[in-house]
C-alpha cells in the first residue's frame, strides 16, 4: 500500500490521479472487508455503484473545469480582441486629427478658402469615420469566425457589424446632403 501510495503522489494532479486515487480506496475498501470477514457480494454490488459514480462525479467535475477554463480562455481572447479594435480605432482618429490640424492650418495661412475648407474637413471627417468603421467591421468579422462563441455573442457582433455598415451608409449620405445644400 505504501508503494501504491507512493506512486500516486508522484503523478501530476489531473483527473487520472484522482481516478487512481479513487480506484485504490475502492480496492482497499474491498480488501479491508474480506479482512474483516464483513465481505458479501451484495456489499460489493453496492461499493462498485458507489465507485461508478464517485468515478463519473470526478470525470464531470474535471469536464466542468476544462470547459469552464475554455470559456475562460475564449472571453480573454474576445477582451483581447475588442481591446486590439479600440486601439486600431484610436490610431485611425488621430492619423485623421492630424489631418484635420494640417487643414485648419493651410485655411488660417489663407492657402485654402473657406469652401474649400468645410469641404475638405467634410471629406476627412467622413473617411475617418468610414475608414474607422471599415477596420472595425473587417476585426469583428474575424471574431466572429472564432468556434465557441455563444448565439448570444454572435447575434451581438452580428449587430454590431450591421450598425457600423448603416453607419458608413449614413456618413456618405449625410456628406452628400450637406454639400448639395451648400451648393443651393
Known sequence: RRAKDAEIAAMMEGEQKQIAISEEAFKRSIEDLKTNGQYTADLEANLITAHQIELQKIRDDFAKQGEDKRVADLDKSIADFEANIQKETELLNNNYKDQEIGLKNFYAEGKITREEYEKKLAG???????????????????????????????????????????????AVHDTTIETNEKKL
Not at 468579422?141 to 455598415?165: C, F, H, T, W, Y
Open 124 to 170: 476627412i471627417q467622413v473617411q475617418a469615420v468610414k475608414e474607422a468603421n471599415d477596420k472595425t467591421i473587417a476585426l469583428l468579422q474575424k471574431e466572429l469566425e472564432i468556434s465557441g462563441l455563444s448565439v448570444d455573442k454572435k447575434a451581438e457582433l452580428s449587430n454590431k457589424i450591421r450598425d457600423l455598415q448603416i453607419q458608413n451608409e449614413n
